[in-house]
């Protein structure tokens, strides 16, 4: 009995410590086997690889390149690699290049052992409105500007005392935001300071000064925009909340027309608020919204699609019949660009309410959100509030993942090139608000419009 339970022990640690050595082996990655795919994948397949590297731009580019190599040929730590292909994308300025590690979070780090001594309007302990999670944000000791958000009340089982909320890149007004409780991604979301407010995504935080009172702010029923909504607000006014375009776009159709219209114009409703803060975009279900504010026929210019093995392969495979009437022209203009046909827009029926679209934008407003605001502009119902938005435009229609040696790395990369790059380029500009909230917190936006309507209302 003695020997058979020893048998059963050796066996399984022996198996314990196979499964740990495989779950290692899937952790540990060549970094410039990696590296090497994705600059193969940038050089030949990313539209815009020779804009963006010519003349003086292609001697930075081939610098960065060399010295990003030989970094990962040293074999770096898994992290360690993200950070050199993340430093490597970051040269084409293109938030549509995105590279995720989806087994790897940011390591915690001992706090005070990266702590700068300067102190700006950032630095300080700082109280998020909608849960009073209290963070102490300090300077990052890096040479890159960046300072880290450190737990200082755990709040529920999401959250420990000490640990690193999120790190922001960037000066103390404006920056980007890194979580710590996600993986290791590119695709970073921004954020602002205003005055002693922060302002990001997930909600408000306020400064918190000592020896003085700092009541918390009361949350009102639009500081974000996280969660779909359709309703009416008052006599005048529809709002329509819209946190992502990824919805099913025949769905979000059918619920425009059999829901949304019949709303306005059942009710007179004179006035349509559209929120799309931090609508970082999605699919195409972004184009039923333009039944509701189309007021004449309009067209814009075809895009360019890449033509590349990859993209010629998938328009062969493709019963789309716009593709087959492309492929030709694809086939005979490998490594350039082939124009499709303009897009054109001439609705049957003009809905006599609402009156007036006014869209809500901020600086997370990205991609098929920006196109959708190019057609919207074409109508002179809508006027745009708020910030400028993400400016993530230039480069277009990422695909599925592109296949990489390291399990659990993600790369997706645009396909196709704007009508408007060549001229007059959107990406990390954006698109300008025709009335500008930046003096104003951004749960603010929805009620300060409301006003705004409501005062256009009076004076009829």
């Known amino acids: 009995m003695i020997r058979m339970r020893k048998i059963i022990l050796t066996f399984l640690f022996f198996l314990v410590a196979i499964i740990i050595a495989c779950a290692q082996q899937k952790m540990q990655c060549d970094c410039s086997i990696v590296l090497n795919e994705i600059i193969e994948d940038i050089e030949t397949k990313y539209p815009?690889?020779?804009?963006?590297?010519?003349?003086?731009?292609?001697?930075?580019?081939?610098?960065?390149?060399?010295?990003?190599?030989?970094?990962?040929?040293?074999?770096?730590?898994?992290?360690?690699?993200?950070?050199?292909?993340?430093?490597?994308?970051?040269f084409f300025k293109d938030n549509h290049l995105i590279f995720t590690d989806r087994l790897s979070e940011p390591t915690q780090i001992h706090r005070k052992s990266t702590i700068d001594v300067l102190k700006d309007q950032l630095t300080g302990v700082w109280r998020r409105n909608s849960d009073s999670l209290i963070i102490e944000i300090t300077r990052k000791?890096?040479?890159q500007q960046a300072y880290l958000a450190s737990i200082l009340n755990a709040k529920g089982n999401f959250s420990k005392k000490g640990a690193i909320h999120f790190e922001l890149i960037g000066n103390e007004n404006e920056f980007s935001i890194?979580?710590?409780?996600?993986?290791?991604?590119?695709?970073?979301?921004?954020?602002?300071?205003?005055?002693?407010?922060?302002?990001?995504?997930?909600?408000?935080?306020?400064?918190?000064?000592?020896?003085?009172?700092?009541?918390?702010?009361?949350?009102?029923?639009?500081?974000?925009?996280?969660?779909?909504?359709?309703?009416?607000i008052n006599h005048h006014i529809y709002y329509l909340g819209i946190p992502s375009f990824s919805m099913n776009p025949k769905g979000f159709d059918s619920l425009i027309v059999n829901i949304v219209v019949p709303q306005l114009m059942n009710n007179?409703?004179?006035?349509?608020?559209?929120?799309?803060?931090?609508?970082?975009?999605?699919?195409?279900s972004f184009l039923s919204l333009?039944?509701?504010?189309?007021?004449?026929?309009?067209?814009?210019?075809?895009?360019?699609?890449?033509?590349?093995?990859?993209?010629?392969?998938?328009?062969?495979?493709?019963?789309?019949?716009?593709?087959?009437?492309?492929?030709?022209?694809?086939?005979?203009?490998?490594?350039g660009?082939?124009?499709?046909?303009?897009?054109?827009?001439?609705?049957?029926?003009?809905?006599?309410?609402?009156?007036?679209?006014?869209i809500l934008v901020n600086e997370n407003s990205a991609s098929s959100t920006e196109y959708f605001l190019l057609l919207a502009k074409h109508s002179a119902k809508v006027k745009i509030f708020g910030r400028h938005t993400a400016g993530t435009l230039d480069y277009i229609e990422l695909l599925e993942p592109e296949k990489l040696s390291c399990e659990g790395y993600s790369y997706m990369r645009p396909t196709v090139k704007s009508f408007?790059?060549?001229?007059?380029?959107?990406?990390?500009?954006?698109?300008?608000?025709?009335?500008?909230?930046?003096?104003?917190?951004?749960?603010?936006?929805?009620?300060?419009?409301?006003?705004?309507?409501?005062?256009?209302?009076?004076?009829?």
């Open 48 to 90: 815009g690889y020779s804009s963006k590297t010519r003349e003086s731009n292609k001697v930075l580019y081939d610098k960065l390149k060399s010295d990003i190599s030989i970094l990962a040929k040293k074999n770096p730590k898994r992290e360690d690699c993200f950070y050199l292909i993340e430093k490597y994308l970051a």
């Open 420 to 460: 408007f790059t060549d001229d007059n380029p959107i990406d990390n500009k954006g698109v300008l608000p025709d009335v500008d909230l930046s003096k104003y917190p951004d749960n603010k936006w929805v009620e300060i419009v409301i006003g705004h309507l409501n005062k256009s209302i009076d004076n009829q």
């Open 290 to 335: 333009l039944r509701l504010l189309y007021d004449k026929p309009f067209a814009v210019p075809g895009d360019f699609v890449f033509a590349t093995p990859q993209m010629i392969a998938r328009y062969k495979a493709s019963a789309n019949p716009v593709h087959q009437t492309m492929l030709p022209k694809l086939i005979t203009n490998v490594g």
């Open 268 to 284: 007179k409703l004179e006035h349509l608020i559209i929120d799309l803060r931090n609508n970082v975009g999605g699919n195409s």
């Open 337 to 358: 660009f082939v124009q499709r046909d303009s897009l054109k827009l001439s609705l049957k029926q003009t809905y006599l309410y609402p009156k007036t679209v006014s």
């Open 178 to 232: 890194r979580k710590y409780n996600g993986a290791l991604t590119t695709d970073l979301l921004r954020g602002r300071r205003l005055g002693n407010l922060l302002i990001e995504p997930n909600g408000i935080w306020e400064k918190q000064i000592v020896n003085k009172s700092n009541p918390v702010i009361k949350p009102s029923e639009f500081d974000v925009n996280v969660k779909f909504q359709h309703k009416q």
């Open 141 to 143: 000791r890096t040479k």
